[in-house]
């Protein structure tokens, strides 16, 4: 069974920076990648960045320049080092593992979060 774990969130004022980790146990077979998202109350979860099975990410343009997205390939591990952190960022951070299956298609599997507040 695939599960996934967020860590590191957490408060820090405007302007400073956390990194968030998520720890992957479990066999995961055709994987397409794996991504952030956010997700505020009353708001759809949006993606935040990805990254693909080369190596090669992405970001929405709010956070470009400031976030990097990594992994650990070996300790099965994703992060997210956030920089110049704004009250805007301020979210519920998930971590999630696309996998690609023949009959499914393409879908996720999903941490349970982790609370970032930037207060100002």
């Known amino acids: 069974q ?18 968030l980790s998520c720890g992957v146990s ?11 998202y956010r997700q505020v109350p009353g708001k759809e979860r949006e993606l935040v ?3 693909s099975n080369n190596g090669a990410a992405s970001y929405r343009d709010s956070v470009k320049d400031r976030f990097t997205i990594s992994q650990d390939n070996a300790k099965k591990t994703l992060y997210l080092q956030m920089n110049s ?3 805007e960022d301020t ?21 349970q979060g982790t609370q970032v ?3 100002s």
Do not use: F, H, P
């Open 85 to 87: 952190l704004k009250t």
């Open 26 to 36: 479990g066999y995961i077979d055709n994987s397409c990648g794996m991504a952030w």
């Open 49 to 51: 960045s990805t990254i």
């Open 2 to 19: 695939v599960q996934l774990e967020e860590s590191g969130g957490g408060s820090v004022q405007a302007g400073g920076s956390l990194k």
């Open 117 to 119: 507040t930037v207060s």
């Open 91 to 111: 979210a519920v951070y998930y971590c999630a593992q696309c996998v690609e299956d023949k009959y499914e298609g393409r879908y996720n599997y999903w941490g």
